[in-house]
T-cell receptor
């Protein structure tokens, strides 16, 4: 079983719609959860992080964490073509020395 | 405030040569991480370093790969006797000191091609 699993997609949504990206993780000891955006050929860019159960909102982005279900998601409201990228879910377990475990990413395309 | 810097951005080596990848963390960051990204795959953790110390190298291949973060200068990932399977993008990330250890900021990466 992989540490972090994501649906590779591709996920396509029309401009203005809500994009929903999902991620599950295997280790209940995981403590911190991150979403990165990666454009093709570029480096990952931190979008959001969440530590506690519930929702965390930042502009058009909302991260949701459910530790009981070992599930974290990212919602993108009012999707724009510039949001088209691969979204990486990352999980940190501090007892492993700050090592991040990344999913393989979900490719999102926002159609104008 | 400059971000994480990596050089070179592109590196071409022939099989059997050595590759040296450099990473300068963001100002004020003392934690450095190296990741490898193969085509169509996710980022794989390789090593975590602080100044003059390797904290976690559980993701490093046992042979040919080494990393250091000296007191002065950038962190270096060294790959000896490269093989075609080493072709990948290598990303360095850094994070602040202990007050916020978990937010990792990535450099632009070094794309290594082994001929």
């Amino acid at each position: 079983q992989k540490e972090v699993e994501q649906n590779s997609g591709p996920l396509s949504v029309p401009e203005g719609a809500i994009a929903s990206l999902n991620c599950t993780y295997s280790d209940r000891g995981s403590q911190s959860f991150f979403w990165y955006r990666q454009y093709s050929g570029k480096s990952p860019e931190l979008i959001m992080f969440i530590y506690s159960n519930g929702d965390k909102e930042d502009g058009r982005f909302t991260a949701q964490l459910n530790k009981a279900s070992q599930y974290v998601s990212l919602l993108i409201r009012d999707s724009q073509p510039s949001d088209s990228a691969t979204y990486l879910c990352a999980v940190n377990r501090q007892n492993t020395g700050n090592q991040f475990y990344f999913g393989t990413g979900t490719s999102l395309t926002v159609i104008p | 405030n400059a971000g994480v810097m990596q050089n070179p951005r592109h590196l071409v080596r022939r099989r059997g040569q050595e590759a040296r990848l450099r990473c300068s963390p963001m100002k004020g960051h003392s934690h450095v991480y190296w990741y490898r990204q193969l085509p169509e795959e996710g980022l794989k953790f390789m090593v975590y370093l602080q100044k003059e110390n390797i904290i976690d190298e559980s993701g490093m291949p046992k042979e040919r790969f080494s990393a250091e973060f000296p007191k002065e200068g950038p962190s270096i990932l060294r790959i000896q006797q490269v093989v075609r399977g080493d072709s990948a993008a290598y990303f360095c990330a850094s994070s602040p000191d202990l007050s916020r250890p978990n937010e990792q900021f990535f450099g632009p990466g070094t794309r290594l091609t082994v001929l």
